[in-house]
């Protein structure tokens, strides 16, 4: 059964740097990608960047300069590192697995998502 | 980046209703189209994959349509558990981007 379930701080400084990690169980991501998104307070969702199967990375353009994800195989964990953050940065943050079919993919397994308030 | 626009952002509706929620691309997506539920309590899933393909496990009172910039999803016959956001995504281009969701509300 596949899950995934996202950890983090909860409350974050503005300008510090965001680490949030998603541990998936019942896939493995050598041969999954995962991707994490993020949903502010009543607004709609944000796709953020993904890790491929085969460890490359791609990101939104709109955070690139300040987002880094990586991941630790043997410990079936995905890492998200956000830098220089504001309040607009305040959201829930899920991870997703993106699955693969013949000419399409899809989200299909989320993670119940962990909030992160950047305040003072 | 490829705008997707939801229409309505809210629509109130009752048991057993038909309803048709519209997502506009601002450009050709190629049925690059997905369509997810979130619940009340945040829990998100999908329902429909590549405009028209039902996620194994959805109801068949779901249904999606369109082509080009034009998508919709269709659900036939209201039910209690239906009444949540409704969200888009295209995966034809990179950044991938959702709709601004659709609250479909109780009448």
């Known amino acids: 059964q596949v899950q995934l379930k996202e950890s983090g701080p909860g409350l974050v400084q503005p300008s510090q740097t965001l680490s949030l990690t998603c541990t998936v169980s019942?896939?493995?991501?050598?041969?999954?990608?995962v991707s994490w998104i993020r949903q502010p307070p009543g607004k709609g969702l944000e796709w953020m960047g993904v890790i491929w199967s085969n460890g490359g990375t791609d990101y939104n353009s709109a955070i690139k300069s300040r987002l880094s994800i990586s991941r630790d195989t043997s410990k079936s964990q995905v890492f998200l590192k956000m830098n220089s953050l504001q309040t607009e940065d305040t959201a829930m943050y899920f991870c997703a697995r993106n699955f693969y079919g013949y000419n399409y993919w899809y989200f299909d397994f989320w993670g119940p998502g962990t909030m992160v308030t950047v305040s003072s | 980046d490829i705008q997707m626009t939801q229409t309505p952002s809210s629509m109130p509706a009752s048991l057993g209703e038909r309803v048709t929620i519209s997502c506009r691309a601002s450009?050709?997506?190629?049925?690059?189209l997905n369509w997810y539920q979130q619940k009340p309590d945040g829990t998100i899933k999908p329902l429909i994959y590549y405009t028209s393909n039902l996620q194994s496990g959805v109801p068949s009172r779901f249904s999606g349509s369109g082509s080009g910039t034009d998508y919709s999803l269709t659900i036939s016959s209201l039910e209690p558990e239906d009444f949540a956001m409704y969200y888009c995504q295209q995966y034809d281009s990179s950044p991938w981007t959702f709709g601004g969701g659709t609250k479909l509300e109780l009448k």
């Open positions: 019942g896939l493995s991501l050598t041969s999954n990608s």
């Open positions: 450009q050709g997506i190629s049925n690059y």
